[in-house]
């Protein structure tokens, strides 16, 4: 039976190197890592991505766009430019996926009066992306490579504020339309009040990537073991089911404790222990088999 695979997000630690980054993966026997691109060169530069990969003996399984619609030097501008380049980069590298957020409905503006900032929600201007989506650009583009493109849900900034203002699309009416592939993010989800496995459910065959995190009283991107979620019976389910795609561990260097070596290690260790184990992957190496260089990282 096909089994997903479990890899580790360097969003997760984005204050290490992504060479540190790499090492822990490796350290507890993941399946893969997910890059997030950002401003940092390191994360986008695919030779670079190929000797980290061949050092640690790990195949970047998926890439995530940038997080920011601001020009990144060295790419074009523009938000659609962005994921259209992270998928280009993805096929350099042999990267599966690729993740992309819901387009923004809501921006901000930042007013400054007498020493004093507000930011303030506005209509977003950036509706590139949106536009691209309506009228059938995304499938087209998605139509012309063998990368998968995965649109992730958004959490709720406040509870405040209804979901439907924030993002385009946002709901699990909504949502399982937007493409024929999906991330569903466990802990975003949550920020709704709605379990994963009703998400998943909602997508209809179309999740083929998760962001796995816990989430309690607030605080998201948690430890998978650590929380509110049934995350052990989600994960029993998709493994029950013959669920193939890719789960990701997505935390936090907050909720790693990343200003603590050992913290870190002891918690990610735990994470995957917990995750092999709900998946019925108790046949993979024990993490910590391999040894991590010892560097100095700042907190």
Known sequence: MARPRLTFSTGSLYLYSLDRAFALAAENCLDGVEVVCDARYDTRQPDNLRRLMDRHGLPVLSLHAPLFSEHLEGWASGERAAIEQTVALAEQIGAEHVVMHLPARLWYITVSYAARTW?????????????????????RFQAETPVRLCVENIPLLTRAVKDRWL????????WP???????LDTTHWATHGIDPLAAFRAGDGRVRHIHLSNYAAGQQHLPPHTGELDLAGFLGTLAGEGFDGHIVLELNPRTLESWDERRTRALLAESVAFCRKALGQQDQPVPGSL?????????
């Open 167 to 174: 993002t385009w699309w946002n709901t699990l009416k909504e």
């Open 291 to 299: 040894s991590l260089p010892n560097q100095v990282v700042p907190g």
């Open 119 to 139: 930011r303030l929600p506005a209509r977003s201007i950036h509706t590139e992306v949106k536009r691209w989506m309506e009228t059938g650009g995304l499938a």
């Open 177 to 183: 339309r937007v493409h024929d592939s999906l991330t």
